[in-house]
């Protein structure tokens, strides 16, 4: 029984994969004896109730029904194949569920039940935790388990740079890419995360590993659209003035993902640093007033893209009407690269900001082949809950997989993603339910205890920042998103909001009326 310990994106799972990976070649590509294929039997146990880990009677019929862990441990300790069985629980230990494992994580190894029944491990079998902490761990459970302690500061986001450099331009022709690359990142990526470090605002934090996992994701999401011709060299330009354009859809890239998270205040920081870095920009405005043009190559405003001519429909009902500004304009831009990319995007902001009709504007607009789900989460809200409404949209596809009705690709938007409520040992099992699903493709069936497979499906969540009855998310969950925080528009853009619904209702006024209002 081993516990793997560590904050988030410390390696803790790249390790168990390696191993477990290294076990299977040894056996079939070696042929080492000794050596035998690993089967991972992977459960979050704070994404159930404990009766739905452990298995309970039935109060009116007081027949026993079996947990989720404990058929998981009955079908693996009958299991007569030579295959190591590691059953893996990823999820935060809390003395509720866990002290019932000590029979199992002592000498004895054996796993005892309310109903009498004892399930003893085989001798293929082993216990694996992954846990950010054991902040309330008991140290009878503690002193039961090996530790290996991981710190995300040893390895750091370097290592996941060069892996995802080398996939990317994995032959001798793109060398000068990856060259390029490369220098692109040490030129600009250490500098603005240690400037952001200390200087910059964020409404949620974001880690420095996540910010540049970030990067890379958002990169590649303009990579893919042809229309953008980032590593195609376009006729027009040279060798120098193709690295040049580059460059810039790397910065861009870079403020939408380590800037991303930065408040208003937090955005001016931002600007300085990379201006201190190149002075790639044009002066005037900051480095989050521009993008990218794809026909000029060059840095262009938002504000060109921003409709002048836009009137609102006199029949539009007053909770639909979103006048499109400088903010609507690039949140919407970022956003719907990250959807088309199968992204999971996180978007933070105060109330007011348009988190919720933008995202559901832009899920509206998705090409033919996509539907929708929205989930409004509130302190009530349960695993199970949670469970119901996704698979309520989903039909089988085959044995274990479901997906979206209509072999359609379904996006699931959850609206105040931060509002359940936290247990009594900080966890949210809702959250927890999704953080399974998001690393491993799938929950479990609670009635039957087998695999669910959940496919072609997408999470974009919206929050506000933590306080009153909205709590901090776990690091190990919001690591798994793109996050883009929705700052305060500033007083120009609330100008022309107002002025936009204002004239649409005097529209019909007289001439000599309309300048009074």
């Keep these: 029984c081993n516990m793997l310990v560590g904050m988030t994106l410390s390696g803790k799972s790249t390790a168990w994969r390696t191993l477990a990976q290294?076990?299977?070649?040894?056996?079939?590509?070696?042929?080492?004896?000794g050596y035998i294929p690993v089967r991972p039997i992977i459960l979050n146990p704070k994404s159930l109730s404990l009766n739905e880990i452990y298995g309970a009677y039935d109060l009116a019929t007081f027949e026993w029904a079996d947990g989720v862990l404990s058929k998981l441990f009955r079908d693996a300790a009958n299991d007569p194949k030579q295959v190591e069985k590691w059953i893996l629980l990823d999820g935060p230990v809390d003395t509720l569920w866990i002290e019932s494992m000590n029979s199992v994580m002592d000498d004895n190894k054996v796993l005892t039940l309310i109903n009498g029944d004892r399930i003893e491990m085989s001798s293929t079998m082993s216990l694996l935790f992954?846990?950010?902490?054991?902040?309330?761990?008991?140290?009878?459970?503690?002193?039961?388990?090996?530790?290996?302690?991981?710190?995300?500061?040893d390895l750091g986001w370097r290592p996941f740079v060069k892996s995802w450099l080398s996939n990317k331009f994995d032959s001798e022709e793109s060398l000068p890419m990856l060259n390029l690359h490369q220098e692109l990142f040490d030129k600009y990526v250490d500098k603005v995360l240690k400037y952001k470090e200390t200087k910059v605002a964020e409404l949620v934090p974001v880690s420095d590993f996540n910010c540049v996992k970030g990067l890379c994701q958002l990169y590649d999401s303009f990579i893919a659209d042809a229309n953008n011709s980032i590593l195609e060299k376009?006729?027009?330009?040279?060798?120098?003035?193709?690295?040049?354009?580059?460059e810039k859809w790397f910065i861009f890239c870079l403020v939408w993902s380590i800037g991303a998270s930065a408040t208003g205040e937090g955005r001016k920081k931002i600007d300085y640093a990379i201006?201190?870095?190149e002075s790639i920009f044009p002066p005037t405005m900051t480095v989050y007033d521009y993008y990218v043009d794809t026909k000029a190559f060059d840095w262009k405003p938002w504000s060109e893209k921003v409709s002048k001519g836009y009137a609102i429909p006199k029949d539009m009902k007053f909770v639909d009407i979103i006048v499109p500004t400088v903010d609507t304009v690039r949140n919407s831009t970022v956003l719907n690269s990250l959807m088309l990319a199968k992204i999971n995007t996180l978007v933070v902001g105060d109330t007011g900001t348009g988190k919720t009709i933008l995202v559901e504007q832009l899920i509206n607009k998705l090409p033919h082949g996509y539907s929708k789900l929205t989930i409004f989460f509130s302190s009530a809200t349960s695993s199970n809950a949670t469970q119901n409404i996704i698979e309520s949209v989903m039909e089988k596809r085959s044995k274990e997989k479901f997906g979206p009705s209509g072999g359609k690709k379904l996006v699931c938007f959850v609206d105040d993603f931060n509002m359940p409520k936290k247990d009594l040992f900080g966890s949210q099992?809702?959250?927890?339910?999704?953080?399974?699903?998001?690393?491993?493709?799938?929950?479990?069936?609670?009635?039957?205890?087998?695999?669910?497979?959940?496919?072609?499906?997408?999470?974009?969540?919206?929050?506000?920042?933590?306080?009153?009855?909205?709590?901090?998310?776990?690091?190990r969950l919001q690591s798994r998103f793109n996050l883009i925080n929705f700052t305060n528009p500033v007083e120009a853009q609330l100008q022309r909001i107002f002025e936009k619904i204002l004239n649409t209702y005097i529209s019909d006024f007289d001439d000599e009326i309309k300048p009074l209002c």
């Design 234 to 246: 376009p006729g027009e330009l040279d060798e120098g003035k193709h690295k040049t354009y580059m």
């Design 130 to 153: 992954e846990v950010r902490d054991l902040a309330v761990a008991s140290p009878a459970t503690v002193s039961r388990a090996g530790m290996v302690y991981m710190d995300v500061d």
């Design 22 to 33: 290294v076990y299977s070649e040894m056996f079939n590509v070696e042929k080492l004896p």
């Design 429 to 475: 099992p809702p959250l927890e339910l999704l953080r399974q699903w998001i690393d491993y493709g799938c929950w479990y069936d609670r009635e039957k205890q087998t695999l669910r497979y959940i496919v072609d499906t997408q999470l974009v969540c919206a929050m506000g920042p933590p306080g009153g009855g909205r709590s901090v998310i776990s690091k």
């Design 275 to 277: 201006r201190d870095i």
